[in-house]
């Protein structure tokens, strides 16, 4: 029953990290955004840490590539409007990856329709009591 003990222990400590750390996945060294206007057009921004070539990728449910574009490693920053209205509705996904791993983000494109209605109004006028 002691050995079972010490066995059970020494376990459990040499399955902790020597320096305290936790085993967390590192950071990629870009952050990104990105989000659809009303116009129909997707914004993004890519911020780099590092000089670091990112390959944006916008694909579609069938997982076809529609878009692509590589960002050079000099430039840290890179903002970009796409125009998507020529794409059909529904749900794209933007990747942006590099050597050192990859953000995807899941964006919808819907085309609102146009509302034709006329206005209702109304006036009302007094006539005055003779």
């Known amino acids: 029953m002691l050995n079972l003990l010490s066995n059970l222990i020494c376990t459990a400590l040499l399955s ?3 320096n305290g750390e936790t085993t967390a996945p590192k950071a990629l060294p870009f952050e990104v955004s990105a989000y659809v206007t009303s116009q129909n057009h997707i914004r993004v921004a890519v911020q780099k840490s590092a000089p670091e070539s990112v390959v ?24 970009a409007k796409l125009d998507v209205h020529n794409l059909e509705d529904g749900a794209y996904e933007l990747e942006f990856k590099s050597s050192q791993g990859a ?7 819907a085309t609102k329709p146009v509302a034709v209605t006329a206005p209702t109004r109304m006036v009302v006028m007094n006539a005055p009591a003779e």
Do not use: D
Not at 57 to 66: A, F, S, Y
Not at 103 to 109: A, D, E, P, S
């Open 56 to 79: 944006l990728l916008l694909r579609n449910k069938q997982n076809q590539i529609v878009f692509q574009e590589t960002i050079s490693k000099k430039e840290l920053k890179y903002a």
């Open 16 to 18: 902790v990290p020597a």
């Open 103 to 109: 953000i995807r983000k899941q964006v919808n494109l």
